[in-house]
C-alpha cells in the first residue's frame, strides 16, 4: 500500500456519459499528480495541485476538470466521454517542499473503460 | 508531448543477466528519475539522479547520467523473476511536474 488512495479500482460506463475519480494523497503530502496511461500514450501528466491551487496544466482535455479539496484529497471529472478516454487514471502524490526533488507516490490508478 | 524516450521498447534476458535501458531527454533538467510498474499497477519510484551527479547506486541499480547528452541508463544487475515490469524514466525540469517516458518493458525469463 502506497498511501495514496484511488476510487474507483475499475469502471465501466458508456459514451456520452461523467465520471469522477477520486484521489486521497499519502499523509502530510500537499501536491497532487493526475495522469493518464493508455496503450498508445503511454504515461500522460493531465494536471498539478499544489494545497488547493493548480501549479501546472498537462494536456488535459477541455472534457476534463480537476480540483483540491481543504482536506487535499482531489477529484478529476471526466465528462462527455469518449471510447479514446478508455485508459489508466492515476493520482501521484508528493511532499516536494521548495526547490528539493520531486518525488511522486502513485495510486493504484483507476481503470476506466467506455464502452 | 513526452520528454524522456527509452529504448529498447522492449528487453527479454535470461535470469541471473543484467539488463540495460537508456532515456533521452529534450530539455536542462533538475533531476531524473527511475520508476517501475508491474503489470497495471502504480508507478513504484526506484531511483533518483541528480543533475550534477555522474552515477548513483542502490542495491542491483546503477543509475548514470550524462547531461552534456541528455541521456541515462538504468542498469539492473543479476536479474530475477521479480524484475519482470516495465521501467520509465522521469524528468524533473523546474516546471512542476515530472515528463515520463514511454517505458522499457523488461521480461526476465527463469
Known amino acids: 500500500d502506497s498511501g495514496v488512495t484511488q476510487t474507483p479500482k475499475h469502471l465501466i460506463t458508456a459514451t456520452g456519459q461523467r465520471v469522477t475519480l477520486r484521489c486521497s494523497p499519502r499523509?502530510?503530502?500537499?501536491?497532487v499528480y493526475w495522469y493518464q496511461q493508455s496503450l498508445d500514450q503511454g504515461l500522460q501528466f493531465l494536471i498539478h495541485y499544489y494545497n488547493g491551487e493548480e501549479r501546472a496544466k498537462g494536456n488535459i482535455l477541455e472534457r476534463f476538470s480537476a480540483q483540491q479539496f481543504p482536506d487535499l484529497h482531489s477529484e478529476l471529472n471526466l465528462s462527455s466521454l469518449e471510447l479514446g478516454d478508455s485508459a489508466l487514471y492515476f493520482c501521484?502524490?508528493?511532499?516536494?517542499?521548495?526547490?528539493?526533488?520531486?518525488?511522486?507516490?502513485f495510486g493504484a490508478g483507476s481503470r476506466l473503460t467506455v464502452l | 508531448s513526452q520528454q524522456g524516450e527509452e529504448d529498447p521498447q522492449a528487453l527479454s534476458i535470461q535470469e541471473g543477466e543484467n539488463a540495460t535501458m537508456n532515456c533521452s531527454y529534450k530539455t536542462s533538467i533538475n533531476n531524473l528519475q527511475w520508476y517501475r510498474q508491474n503489470s497495471g499497477r502504480g508507478l513504484v519510484h526506484l531511483i533518483l539522479?541528480?543533475?550534477?551527479?555522474r552515477e548513483k547506486h542502490s542495491g542491483r541499480l546503477r543509475v548514470t547520467l550524462d547531461t552534456s547528452k541528455k541521456s541515462s541508463s538504468l542498469l539492473i544487475t543479476a536479474s530475477r523473476a521479480a524484475d519482470t515490469a516495465s521501467y520509465f524514466c522521469a524528468t524533473d525540469a523546474y516546471d512542476y511536474k515530472l515528463s515520463f517516458g514511454a517505458g522499457t518493458t523488461v521480461t526476465v525469463r527463469a
Open positions: 499523509s502530510g503530502d500537499l501536491s
Open positions: 501521484a502524490s508528493s511532499d516536494r517542499k521548495g526547490s528539493g526533488a520531486n518525488v511522486l507516490t
Open positions: 539522479i541528480r543533475s550534477n551527479e
